[in-house]
């Protein structure tokens, strides 16, 4: 059918027409992925343009199948030689609604089956390439799945089996380090690619592009089957931060945090503890007060326990000790002012100067008096004179005494207290072997319960704090020993002479003898005022230990 017959008869036009637009229509689905492929090669050969122009203004296109009524006809160029510019000119783009108006349209001549034949086969040729291309992208994804599968098993084996692999950092992005282990991505968190808690940029910026061992730390999955893996460097870290350091290095590191039993230092991503009796050779009530958060500090390895990654620091072995002169500065017999730092049961501390302290026992506090805690006569605070009994430097150790410092009153004793002077005294402390008793702000003397006499056919009890009249009945001084007997009266009297007088007649001299030792053996007690083995003995067992009837 001639074109003309073609404009003469729409209806049969607009069905071949309609066919022809199917036939582009499919083409173009099949190759509507490639339109970027078909701008490069507009854009590289302008001779298959002008053709592809050509066959458009040949054969009317159809938009789509919907409005196969509605044809765009291009004329022809007039002439060959037209510039493109005037070519784009003289297209005339019109609706053929009706044959009037398809009259107006000038004659062309229609494609040969020739060049029909070459124009379908060029557009299967360019269908099939496409499909090709599409089979290629879909069996190059398939692969790259599969590799992917690979590696994620590859991994998860990693995974649960504790061990490692190496990836290379890539990238710095949020919370952390992008790497790449052969194709695939994992996320090294911040947290993880230290021993530090919060490394600087600085240190992660300058790890990218390099290749470092990682544990494979958590694989997830969320709903729709993507996968992330967590990478970690810090057990890897830890491990060999265990393993370089030993006891006696000498490490530096800032404070982190003070706390009253001492100080942490962070050791590169790793604490160790300073204990507030290894912060200086100088006593330390409060760790702020020497070294403050931020602070770079010494200190020297004591221990380290890699099982619960605790490291315990000491840094007064840095400092020089002050106890090196400390027998020239205090040699024994010397008098020195100190202030009491602390007191305990067996005594006092005094501070004779910065890190130095001297023990003052309670057998030393007094001459006459026995002290069971230092509290009764010294406070906390309270300065003292007092005498430098002994010093070594070798043991860190200065013993003191306060009583040294003032006259001794046992040499003076008999003349003030003879034997047979009747006074008052109170009871301190009461036990099995007898009663301690406080004559005067000097002496403590010792009631044997061998004198506490039976009064109505029992012994009669003393409570501290009572008073009671009392007799000398024995002076030591060089053992300072003070016997003393409490003072009955004659009806208590007569009924203690009626028991047995003959027995105690004979026996005066040795009880007199029994109540001086122990008298001397609770004066010389221990610190918490012990009494010695012979002192729990009766009387008779006494006697029998010493071969006596």
Request: hydrophobic share 35%; charged share 30%.
């Amino acid at each position: 059918m001639t074109e003309q017959e073609q404009l003469q008869n729409p209806d049969e036009g607009s069905s071949n027409n309609a066919e022809n637009a199917a036939e582009s229509i499919n083409s173009a689905e099949i190759s509507d992925n490639s339109s970027k492929l078909a701008d490069e090669e507009t854009a590289g050969n302008s001779a298959d343009n002008a053709e592809s122009e050509a066959e458009s203004n040949a054969s009317p296109i159809v938009e789509n199948s919907t409005e196969a009524e509605s044809l765009q006809v291009y004329t022809a160029p007039v002439a060959a030689s037209v510039p493109e510019t005037e070519e784009k000119e003289t297209f005339v783009s019109e609706n053929v609604d009706n044959s009037t108006e398809a009259s107006a349209v000038p004659d062309r001549p229609a494609l040969s089956p020739e060049e029909q034949a070459e124009a379908d086969k060029r557009a299967a040729e360019k269908a099939a390439a496409k499909a090709a291309e599409k089979a290629a992208e879909a069996e190059r994804r398939r692969q790259h799945k599969e590799m992917l599968d690979g590696l994620f098993a590859e991994l998860e084996k990693v995974h649960s089996e504790g061990g490692t692999v190496e990836v290379t950092i890539l990238e710095r992005i949020k919370g952390g380090m992008r790497a790449q282990y052969k194709d695939l991505r994992l996320f090294l968190p911040a947290s993880h690619f230290s021993l530090k808690r919060t490394p600087t940029e600085a240190e992660m910026q300058s790890a990218i592009g390099q290749t470092v061992l990682v544990h494979i730390n958590e694989i997830q999955q969320d709903e729709q089957g993507r996968k992330t893996i967590v990478a970690s460097r810090r057990k890897l870290m830890t491990d060999e931060f265990f393993s370089s350091i030993k006891d006696g290095d000498i490490v530096e590191g800032r404070v982190v945090s003070t706390a009253p039993f001492g100080v942490f230092v962070d050791l590169n991503g790793i604490e160790g503890l300073i204990h507030i009796s290894r912060l200086s050779n100088v006593r330390v009530d409060d760790p702020s007060q020497i070294v403050k958060k931020g602070d770079l500090v010494k200190a020297k390895v004591l221990s380290v326990d890699k099982d619960n990654q605790r490291i315990s620091l000491s840094r007064r072995e840095l400092e020089e000790s002050p106890w090196l002169r400390v027998e020239q500065d205090f040699p024994p017999g010397t008098r020195v002012k100190g202030i009491v730092r602390r007191l305990a049961d067996f005594g006092a501390y005094i501070g004779l100067r910065p890190g130095i302290e001297g023990l003052l026992r309670n057998a030393e506090l007094s001459w006459g008096r026995r002290i069971s805690h230092p509290s009764e006569i010294l406070n906390v605070g309270q300065e003292i004179e007092v005498l430098v009994i002994s010093s070594s430097a070798e043991t860190k150790r200065i013993a003191l005494g306060l009583k040294q410092t003032s006259p001794n009153p046992w040499d003076t004793i008999n003349d003030v207290l003879p034997v047979g002077t009747s006074t008052q005294a109170t009871v301190r402390q009461s036990s099995a072997n007898g009663l301690i008793v406080s004559v005067n702000d000097q002496f403590d003397g010792f009631i044997p319960r061998s004198k506490v006499k039976n009064v109505g056919g029992k012994a009669k009890n003393y409570t501290a704090g009572e008073t009671l009249e009392i007799t000398v009945v024995d002076i030591n001084p060089d053992n300072f020993s003070l016997i003393l007997a409490p003072v009955y009266t004659e009806a208590e009297l007569s009924v203690e002479e009626s028991d047995n007088r003959p027995s105690r007649r004979n026996n005066n001299e040795r009880s007199r003898r029994n109540d001086r030792e122990k008298s001397d053996a609770a004066f010389h007690a221990d610190n918490d005022n012990s009494v010695t083995f012979f002192d729990l003995l009766s009387d008779a067992e006494q006697r029998g230990l010493k071969g006596e009837s």
